[in-house]
């Protein structure tokens, strides 16, 4: 009996494979994808190779070696996207490719934006003059709140923003990794600065004239143009208001500021992984990892268990048959308790948030 294989399919249900089979590679990305793809057949064809396997790629890598570390990730991962679709070849289980990789980035650590510290936010709002800075201040706000990408801001509409009255509920319909995020702006904490006013503001000097739907648009001398703003201006915001604030090396200040900026706020306040990935919109861990190993807050709050202070009372305590002891219990609900002479007691005095009592009886 021939398998479904060896049939020659319908016209249409050939097109809606390759239909299927091309939507592996992301649409936004397919021509670098193409690019790297090609650059890889013409390093075959000069090598004459007629096959790909892990040595083939292996052989290839070595010969790109100069390239960063997170440039031969990229390359990985779009030549296995594009030799799935083109040749059915899954490279994910080369293993040893993968350990080649993952040796060539030990030690790299890649070039992240600088963020912003709470401080920092603090006094622009507070310093920046609206007739200048009033949409650089909007921008800030939502791009820190919901850790947004600045594609993310471009894109934002109108109908996001939507002011509940005593709060903004702003939705992020699109993203990156493909994960709906809603946020919520409150009144903020900042004495003199009321958030709402900000946004309110800015969306009431809006023109109605506008033809697009997009949020956020041209502001200059306390008005708003109709002409949305682009990608590039929201790339470089970060680098403006650290020139405002006179911070070093203002440059480093890139278009992912604010999302860095707002992971970091976050994890400084003691939120855990999950509630970290959830905020950003992150599948892996390991990003939301990253954020939290290098909290100083975090590593603040570690310090303050007081790690290199010695003990008050280190040392175990025995009670010998012969003697009697009290021991005054009053980290433990404030009660004071004698312990009989029999009784061999065990007391780690030191603040913690258990603490475990070994009392053993000895039999006479």
């Avoid at 994808?33 to 292996?58: G, H, I, Q, R, S």
């Avoid at 296995?80 to 083109?86: C, D, G, I, N, P």
């Avoid at 509409?157 to 009255?165: A, F, I, N, P, T």
Wanted: contains cysteine.
């Amino acid at each position: 009996m021939s398998s479904c294989s060896d049939l020659e399919l319908p016209s249409d249900v050939e097109e809606a494979a390759n239909v299927a089979v091309g939507s592996l590679i992301p649409e936004k990305s397919k021509n670098r994808y193409a690019v790297a793809y090609t650059k890889f057949e013409k390093w075959c064809e000069l090598k004459k190779l007629k096959k790909t396997n892990e040595k083939v790629l292996l052989a290839y890598f070595e010969s790109s070696k100069t390239l960063k570390a997170s440039s031969l990730w990229t390359t990985y991962s779009m030549l296995r996207a594009e030799l799935t679709v083109r040749k059915n070849i899954d490279i994910k289980g080369y293993t040893m490719l993968l350990a080649w990789l993952k040796r060539r980035s030990d030690g790299y650590h890649a070039k992240k934006s600088e963020i912003f510290t709470k401080e920092n936010v603090e006094k622009f709002i507070k310093e920046a003059e609206d007739k200048d800075y009033l949409f650089a201040k909007v921008a800030m706000l939502i791009g820190i709140a919901g850790a947004c990408r600045k594609i993310e801001l471009t894109f934002l509409r109108d109908k996001d923003v939507s002011d509940e009255g005593t709060f903004f509920k702003i939705t992020i319909p699109e993203t990156k990794t493909h994960v709906f995020r809603e946020f919520v702006i409150n009144d903020g904490n900042i004495a003199g600065v009321n958030f709402f006013d900000l946004i309110r503001k800015y969306r009431n000097i809006r023109p109605s004239t506008v033809k697009h739907d997009r949020f956020f648009v041209k502001y200059y001398n306390e008005k708003c143009g109709v002409q949305p703003v682009g990608i590039n201006t929201f790339g470089k915001l970060p680098t403006m208001i650290a020139q405002y604030l006179r911070l070093p090396n203002a440059k480093a200040y890139t278009g992912h500021c604010f999302r860095r900026s707002s992971a970091s706020f976050l994890a400084d306040s003691g939120a855990d992984i999950l509630r970290i990935k959830q905020h950003g919109g992150w599948k892996s861990n390991n990003v939301a990892e990253g954020y939290v190993e290098r909290s100083l807050e975090n590593k603040k709050r570690i310090a303050a268990n007081n790690i290199l202070r010695e003990s008050s009372a280190t040392a175990s305590r025995v009670v010998g048959q012969d003697q009697r002891a009290d021991v005054a219990l009053r980290e433990v609900g404030k009660v004071e308790k004698s312990i009989p002479a029999d009784y061999g007691v065990i007391l780690t005095n030191c603040v913690c948030n258990n603490v475990t009592f070994n009392i053993y009886k000895f039999e006479k």
